[in-house]
């Protein structure tokens, strides 16, 4: 096969899930080594998962390695061309999707070991602490925007050695975890959230309870609504 966009966007998203949802297994989870380690290990977690997948997904044929439909339209919006959506869009939530089945097998024995099943559920997707529609769609699309915002801040800078994007990129979503994530689990993409969940549905999880469908509108809407807006107020200045 032969590197392109797809598989780069495929390829960068499942590496960004496998990790990402791996150290959000490796917390919560029973048994596992890392069980309660608490907050910053996922956050800073979340953060190597962002830029070991941008290094991937670069690696494997996309220049852009957005891993994220949120992402891709904010560019899209502030640029209007809108071609790249049709490619990137379906590699992401599939590239999602395969990265969250990893998880699965390389927790195997730890699902039958963890009785609550919304440990199990957090593993896959995102979840408000105090649940309120409103708030929890204001504070996912106030994080998108801030993380479209800080990509396109570094993107846009002159003064960065070459291969040090991905770098930055990094601690932007380790920063926006530990500022910003308390209050819904900063989603910020609709194939970080919607893809783990439909594999949360659909693999054989012992005792896995409900995916918890009335919420999952928000972190694809909120994500998706916070990047045009990060994109268009970013563009006002540029």
Known sequence: MQASPFWGELVGTLVLIFLGDGVVANVCLKQSKGENSGWIVITAGWGFAVMLGIFASKAFGSADAHLNPAVT?????SSGDYSKLLTYWPAQMIGAFLGAVLVWLM???HWAATADPGAKLAVFSTGPAIRNKRDNFISEFLATAMLIVGVSSISGSGELAAGFGPYLVGLLVWSIGLSLGGTTGYAMSPARDLSPRIAH???????KGSSDWGYAWIPVLASLAGGVAGGLFFGLFH
């Open 107 to 109: 927790y195997l024995p």
């Open 73 to 77: 339209l904010a560019f899209a919006a």
């Open 201 to 207: 549905a659909l693999l054989p999880i012992p005792g």
